[in-house]
Every structure is written in C-alpha cells, then in structure tokens.
C-alpha cells in the first residue's frame, strides 16, 4: 500500500498562487495515478485533476483548466498541484488520492490540505 500526506496550503489572496504537494511512502508510487479532489463546506467532493504514473497525460475540470496543473516527480515520490489566479471560490479542503493502473477506485486519500482564498 501506499500513504499519502497532503502539504502547502494556507491562506492566500485572490489572484495568489499556491503549490500543494503529496508526498507518498510505500511501494510502487510509480505504478499509481494520482488525483487531486477538493471538498468545500456543504459542498460535495469535486474533481480537480488527475496525473498518470508515469507524468505523460494529465486531465483537468473543465473550469480549472489554464489555472491549476499538476505534475510529479516520482524519484522523490511526490505529486504537484500548482494552483495560479485563485478565487474566492477555489476555498476548500485539498485531497490527493491513489489510483492504480486500470482502475477506477481510488485506493489510498491523504489526510487533506486547508486552501483559504481571502483577502
């Protein structure tokens, strides 16, 4: 299995940027997409993006895309979530979760970041 800890957010003004990362411990992280969800209050859990094992395709929200990338680097066994031109609304709690290869369920969720977008 594989563990997930999810670090980098805090407070930010709009039209800030942050860099959250997912640091993973165990075997295989090279084997596991990885996504990146967020979960404001009273709000449902929503789709961010998601990054393959190997870092060649990632997919993105509609609405997020041109603002927020992800990338790895999996000799430090760690997954990105660069967020640029933050609103408001982009105030949530931040998850990154484990997929393997061929699979639809992620297996693994950190434990999430706190992303406050506030001036």
């Known amino acids: 299995q594989v563990q997930l800890v999810e670090s980098g957010g805090g407070l930010v003004q709009p039209g800030g940027s942050l860099r959250l990362s997912c640091v993973a411990s165990?075997?295989?992280?090279?084997?596991?997409?990885v996504g990146w969800f967020r979960q404001a209050p009273g709000k449902e859990r929503e789709f961010v993006g998601i990054i393959s094992s190997g870092g060649a395709s990632t997919n993105y929200a509609d609405s997020l895309k041109g603002r927020f990338a992800i990338s790895r680097d999996n000799a430090k066994n760690t997954v990105y979530l660069q967020m640029n031109s933050l609103k408001p609304e982009d105030t949530a709690v931040y998850y990154c979760?484990?997929?393997?290869?061929?699979?639809?369920?992620?297996?693994?969720w950190g434990q999430g970041t706190q992303v406050t977008v506030s001036s």
């Open positions: 165990g075997r295989g992280f090279g084997l596991y997409a």
């Open positions: 979760a484990a997929r393997e290869a061929f699979k639809s369920q992620y297996d693994f």
